[in-house]
């Protein structure tokens, strides 16, 4: 997890294109600038940065699903629930599952969970655009195959 | 008024927060209920679902878009309906 680059993940560690479903791992970082205001001397991962997990995870997973044709944004967040802090050194398993495709956009339910426990939840909408230039484009396709995702395999 | 119109209307009371007595079969979705195309987003969701099919979204647009259809066709409450009525017959046929 590299908080300041918004690089939320650490790779996927399971992407069932057919079934709809993902699960990533992410390590919160020893120290990051942001646990010095959120907060100071109680270093929390801020709860926006959980859901931005949870968008991130099952983003992938719509990518994958379009065959990295087209790049979900971030667009709705409903029923987001965080049931617990999260501190420097936790170690997550976030998953996220596809529940509706629909034209221009799709419904994903996520949960993280650690030590197998859920620890936070949320419902994301996501509006399904064109890349907005190849370069882009690239840039997804190359920190998917850092990721583990078999791009080869899923791209068009 | 269609079986159809009341569940839209009631769909598009809850999710925008509209007085349901103000949503009519010739309401504009956008032009008069003032929805904006977030909003229609989770509209669609909810039609999708309870309907069972999937609003050619994308395929509107573009058709508006191109001067092959107005907003009015797929929009207008009324129009709207009979769009799912037929997305509705064509997922039987």
Sequence with gaps: MRLEYFQMIDRIVALDVEARSIRSFCKVPERSTIFEGHFPGYPLLPGVLQIECMAQTAGWLVMARSGFDAMPFLAGVKDAKFRTAVVPGDEIEFEGRVVHEGSGFSVAECKGRRRGKVICETQVLYRIMPFPNPEFRQAILQRAAELDVSVKELSK | ?93
């Design chain 2, 1 to 93: 008024m269609s079986a159809t119109f009341d569940k839209v209307a009631d769909i598009i009371a809850e999710t925008c927060d509209i007085p349901r007595e103000n949503i009519k079969p010739e309401s504009h979705a956008i032009n008069d209920l003032e929805i904006d195309s977030l909003d229609f987003l989770d509209i669609a969701f909810a039609i999708d679902k309870t309907f069972g099919i999937k609003l050619p979204l994308e395929q509107w647009t573009q058709e508006v878009n191109d001067g092959k259809a107005t907003t009015d066709q797929y929009f207008v409450l009324n129009n709207l309906s009979q769009q799912i009525d037929k997305l509705i017959a064509a997922k039987g046929a």
